[in-house]
């Protein structure tokens, strides 16, 4: 009788899980087919501008400044993204000797000229939490005494030219619209439920669920350990392009990091600290470019789409180098705390484009600008490169 009833349940078992497997390749099948039909070229490559996006961004805006006094730290206000740094360290960027003529634009002109930058690497939480947890990691990138009227007029940030990126390649939404209900749903507590609008499931964003889920992973050995992309696109003179940062330990001299405490709430910086300071090795990266090739679904309006690198392969344009050096001072982590990163300080060949660099030009500035106010301290203006 007991065998009888084992068998039964085995047949079950094996039943469910072929139905199960069938609809789940049926259901992965109807994606791809759907995707494949829905991220099909050509594309614009113009930017295209709601006619509702000025009146969301200030309601982001509002949303935004609300959320960054919720997040305050007990003495200072922190920024609204990337709060904890791990350090912003000196480097150098060095434009290729060889570069391709149609990438001599902005300030990658003048092939093997070399730029003084500062560097401020962080995690993308709000919170400046242990950094075992999951997240994305920051890269931002300042190059100095860059000559030319910039994007954003005014004195504080006039010979600056900003890389402004996280390691993951794609954002979790695809635009100002979207970002508006899941930063206002994600406001409200909902996490999860932040992709799931309404019953209707034409509104649910499955993908970019996946997306944000996938964007919260593990640290890296050491921030100089991974790639940190643009996502959203920018001008390269005529050009669409996005960009990227590569590790490039072949352009260093060998070096191995020994291994870290990962459970010390700082490892990051205190790899960086091991590298840089104790050890005396410097870190080094490529500043690569990807081409917008509008035959293909390479939208100019959707962070959430990686453009494809069979057909449009990175290209390496520069080279940075952050040299042997000590950082981790008081006033070293003041300064770099009041320093203000935004894609639009910027010269016109490097525009940034797309409707959520568009919304990040408001949202950055406003959220500097309170957050410096309200620590009654100065913006940090990012001295002259012979200052450095
Ligand atoms: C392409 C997508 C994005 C990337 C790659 C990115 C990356 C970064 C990075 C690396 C930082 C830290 C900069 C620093 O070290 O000071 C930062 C800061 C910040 N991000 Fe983003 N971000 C993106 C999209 C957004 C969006 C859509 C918003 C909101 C509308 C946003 C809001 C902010 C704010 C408020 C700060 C702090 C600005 C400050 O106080 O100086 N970011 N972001």
Redesign the pocket.
Known sequence: MLKRFWLWLGRLIGKLVFFFAVVGMLGWGAGEAYYAWKFSGPVSSEEQIPPNEAALTRA?IED?VRV?EQHRDNTRVL????AK?HGCVKGEVQVLDDLAAELRQGVFSEPGKTWQAWV?L?N?NAYPQFDSARDAR???VKLLDVPGEKLMPGAAHAGEQDF???NHPV?F?SDVAE?RSN?AAQADGKKVLAFFPSWDPRTWEIRHLIIALKTLAPAPETPVATTY????PYKLGPLNVKYRVVPAPQNCPPYQLPEQNTELPNFLRNALYQQLSLDRAPACFELQVQTQNPQYYMPIED?SVQWSEKISPFQTVARITLPPQDFDSREQNLFCDN????PWHALPEHRPIGG??R??KA??EA??AY?HERNAAPQAQAPASSGL
């Open positions: 982001i935004t960054v920024r609204d993204a990337h740094a401020r962080s993308g920051g890269m931002a402004v990126m996280f954002f939404v970002y930063f992309n643009s996502i959203a962070t320093l203000s990163f935004n959520i660099n919304l990040r949202v950055y959220v500097s957050r």
